[in-house]
């Protein structure tokens, strides 16, 4: 899996293909009846996407990680933002 470091996305993000294969989440789910948030983009753009979330527990370097993501249909399998940024404060 690869993942991209964002320490300026205020969401840890799973794709939402990802999240199905790992079996984190169902294609079955009817996302509306999650709540929604508005993302903001680097290029100031923003769209407002369902609140699903999924928790995944992963390993860099042998620190083990239990983190909430947002599901959202991304090109990235993996995106670690803030939330896991704080995390990793803990370890360093």
Same mark, same amino acid.
């Given at each position: @899996? #690869?993942?991209l470091l964002d320490s300026? %996305? #205020?969401y840890n993000v799973i794709s939402t293909a990802l999240a199905e294969k790992l079996s984190l989440i169902s294609s079955s789910d009817d996302i509306s009846k999650f709540p929604t948030t508005t993302l903001k983009f680097g290029n100031q %753009?923003?769209? @407002?996407?369902p609140l699903r979330r999924a928790d995944l527990k992963f390993s860099i370097d042998s620190v083990e990680f239990l983190d909430s993501f947002l599901v959202y249909d991304t090109s990235k399998q993996l995106l670690l933002g803030a939330p896991w940024y704080q995390k990793l404060n803990r370890y360093t």
């Open positions: @899996i #690869q993942a300026g %996305s #205020q %753009s923003t769209q @407002i996407v």
